[in-house]
């Protein structure tokens, strides 16, 4: 592909500043992302311990991802007695999934995607993994007793797991007063959310104060409200449409970072991504490149 076709293509897509445009850019982008996930189920590559989670998770993305693209259109209130409906774009739900997205690929990147050794990746993957289990632990007493009997298998798989974790040369690395979590809730990572999207490769002075604002609205904080209280959630008011604009330009960063992380990660993608129209090709990696650092 030429220079000159790249730099056309790049302007027009700086260009696409308008609500539509970018629902059907981040729509296309995502077909693409399901295109190579069903490409990576189709050819049963190798994976290392579980790696059968980036599939997992990367579905969780594009589902959350397909949330907000319909969000983001109007939708109509009904209003019980008034004939009239109101249409409205509702942004505080965005904002949560948004918020939801950035988590999805942080424990994308924390789990698999982080340059690191696989025995260390291995030993992040048993804490997130016995941390699951720990948790639906806590619903023994409400289920039914085909349920219960799983979770008493899994009770003894717990106390393994903690062994293997106590055993790896890794164990050193979590902070003493954090050990006590490890024993009665489960340690899922060794970071909080911040200091995971502080040292990812996802630009943090960009998305750190995004992350933070769409946290308040997750949390019902004042600010979130204030926000709210101040426009109003019709269709055509200026500042939701802007909010919408904002998550789904990020939406669509994380998204393509993704597929290259995805390609990087099995090669087997390569010949298919090979297929994909060179226009969304430029599109997808000029996007990851304004994702990172």
């Excluded at 295109?35 to 190798?46: I, R």
Aim: proline share 2%; with cysteine.
């Amino acid at each position: 592909m030429k220079n000159e076709d790249k730099i056309s293509i790049l302007i027009n897509e700086s260009k696409k500043v308008k609500l539509s445009a970018l629902q059907e850019s981040l729509d296309e982008i995502l077909n693409i992302q399901g295109f190579l996930l069903q490409k990576v189920y189709e050819l049963k590559p190798k994976l290392k311990e579980g790696e059968v989670y980036i599939e997992t998770l990367i579905i969780k993305l594009i589902f959350a991802s397909k949330s907000v693209l319909s969000l983001s259109k109007p939708q109509s209130l009904g209003i019980h007695s008034y004939q009239q409906k109101i249409e409205i774009i509702d942004v505080p739900s965005i904002l949560i999934l948004s918020r939801s997205i950035i988590e999805t690929f942080l424990t994308l990147e924390y789990l698999y995607f982080d340059k690191i050794n696989d025995s260390e990746k291995n030993f992040r993957f048993k804490l997130w993994k016995v941390s699951g289990f720990m948790s639906r632990q806590a619903f023994a007493d409400s289920i039914s007793e085909s349920n219960y009997e799983k979770l008493k298998r899994e009770e003894k798989l717990i106390e393994q797991i903690k062994e293997e974790i106590k055993s790896s040369p890794f164990y050193p690395s979590i902070k003493s007063n954090e050990l006590w979590k490890l024993d009665k809730f489960g340690l899922p990572r060794l970071k909080s959310w911040g200091a995971l999207l502080e040292s990812s490769r996802l630009k943090s002075e960009m998305f750190k104060k995004t992350y933070s604002l769409y946290s308040n609205y997750a949390h019902s904080e004042f600010i979130s409200m204030m926000q709210l209280n101040e426009g109003s959630l019709n269709k055509d008011n200026p500042n939701n449409i802007s909010f919408c604009e904002t998550a789904i330009l990020f939406v669509q960063m994380i998204n393509s970072l993704t597929i290259l992380l995805l390609k990087e990660r099995f090669k087997e993608l390569d010949e298919h991504y090979s297929t994909i129209n060179n226009e969304v090709k430029v599109r997808v990696e000029l996007w990851s490149s304004i994702a990172t650092k």
